[in-house]
């Protein structure tokens, strides 16, 4: 399970690069850099609206990098630091990176993103795992790492100075749970602004 990490976080970090690396032309000496915040309510659960007001909180940090960025579109590439608080159940520090496009009809638009990262759990209870050889039960670490798949979807606004609010309902799973991934959803609000490196 780590290999696998350690190679989807070196996947990732290729492809921000090969980004980076797309944005700086030339004649230009450095980009600008878009800084996005958001904050959700996040629930333990299949896809089901009313059930994230029973969940945590948590906020995330994260910046875009453009493999394509046209007026009225943009394919893109994100990475995101997120930490949640799930009361009772765990707290979640995770590291991820989705891939995405944008689509812009005025100064309203429509995105979707599907990627993956790294989730490391504080559950609130003792959890147990299974010995192999012997079939028996150990308490497991009280910090887990876990792959996380992700996939969001959202409506927003950009501003003329290109700065912009948005909204997202998102889907992220903890693999492995048990052999099977435990779905978790969340909605956020957030708002993306420039900074000049």
């Known amino acids: ?31 600008i850099l878009p800084i996005t915040i958001s904050l959700f309510a996040e629930s333990i659960s299949l896809p089901t609206i009313k059930r994230i007001k029973k969940g945590g909180v948590g906020i995330k940090v994260g910046t875009e990098f453009y493999y394509r960025n046209r007026s009225g579109s943009q394919l893109i590439q994100t990475l995101t630091i997120g930490y949640y608080h ?7 520090l995770f590291v991820n990176s989705e891939f995405g496009y944008r689509k812009y009809i005025g100064g309203f638009f429509a995105d979707a993103f599907l990627g ?15 010995i192999e ?8 670490s009280a ?9 969001h979807t ?9 700065a912009m609010i948005f909204a997202h309902y998102e889907l992220f799973g903890e693999m492995p749970f048990h052999n099977v991934v435990l ?8 708002t993306r602004f420039f900074i000049r490196q």
Do not use: C, W
């Open 1 to 31: 399970m780590m290999k696998t990490l350690q190679l989807i976080l070196l996947g990732l970090l290729v492809g921000i690069g090969t980004a980076l690396a797309q944005q700086v032309s030339p004649r230009q000496s450095l980009p």
């Open 86 to 92: 799930h009361p009772q159940v765990q707290d979640g």
């Open 116 to 130: 993956g990262g790294a989730l490391l759990l504080r559950p609130k209870a003792p959890s147990y795992e299974r």
């Open 133 to 140: 050889s012997t079939g028996a039960y150990r308490k497991a």
């Open 143 to 151: 910090t887990q790492l876990k792959f996380m798949p992700s996939a």
């Open 154 to 162: 959202g409506i927003g606004y950009r501003f003329p100075n290109r």
């Open 183 to 190: 779905p978790h959803q969340a909605l956020s609000i957030g």
